[in-house]
């Protein structure tokens, strides 16, 4: 067995239309587990800028006056997501333990939406049936925050958290953080 290796560096070609990518088609185990392949997935690895600070989206002067409102770092993200680099990646092998890892996240993600909705339109039937309840305001706001908690699920359960991919700010390779050393035996030649 080869000792572990901290990030391997998988390299990305320019496609006809100058977006980067890569083709992993030809590994034959997954980098989290170096298990056999189970299925093949297409993803955009990507690299998003590290969080600016609020006067590098906004005028000094503005930034200054709104420091503390909530949703100047919300919109900082909004920033940084729009120069995004992505490197379209497909063929990425899973194991079918990343498989059941995907399902079960995909599950609890679905789960929380499902009583999400649940209990918001189940309030707004009970407020148009026995009229306004002061107590109905509590399933009106828990559905959309239980809407916004399931980002985190989804996030767990994604395919770049699952296999430790990411991209490098030119676009030029695809990082894989931690690789099984089966993966790295086969891809880090
Ligand atoms: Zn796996």
């Known amino acids: 067995m080869m000792p572990g290796v901290e990030t391997l560096s998988l390299p990305a070609r ?3 239309k100058g977006t980067p990518e890569l083709d992993a088609s030809s590994f034959a185990v997954c980098s989290r587990h ?3 392949v189970a299925r093949r997935v297409d993803m955009d690895v990507k690299w998003i800028p590290a969080a600016p600070g609020a006067g590098e989206v906004f005028p000094k002067s503005v930034a200054k006056r709104f420091a503390d409102h909530p949703f100047l770092p919300v919109l900082g993200t909004v920033a940084r997501l729009g120069s995004a680099v992505l490197i379209h990646t497909s063929g990425w092998p899973l ?6 890892y995907r399902a079960r996240w995909s599950i609890v993600t679905r789960s929380t939406l499902a009583l999400a ?5 189940g309030a707004l039937v009970l407020r148009f ?5 002061a107590w ?7 559905g959309p925050a239980l809407v916004l908690l399931s ?6 359960g994604s395919v770049p958290r699952l296999t430790g991919t990411r991209g490098t700010p030119d676009g030029s390779a695809v990082l894989v953080d931690h690789p099984h ?3 790295f035996a086969q891809a880090g030649r």
């Open 95 to 100: 194991c079918a333990e990343c498989c059941r």
């Open 151 to 156: 980002v985190l699920p989804f996030v767990r």
């Open 181 to 183: 050393p089966a993966f």
């Open 34 to 36: 170096g298990e056999p």
């Open 117 to 121: 909705a649940f209990l918001f339109f």
């Open 136 to 142: 109905l305001m509590a399933p009106l706001l828990l």
């Open 129 to 133: 049936l026995i009229g306004q309840q």
């Open 14 to 16: 320019k496609s006809a």
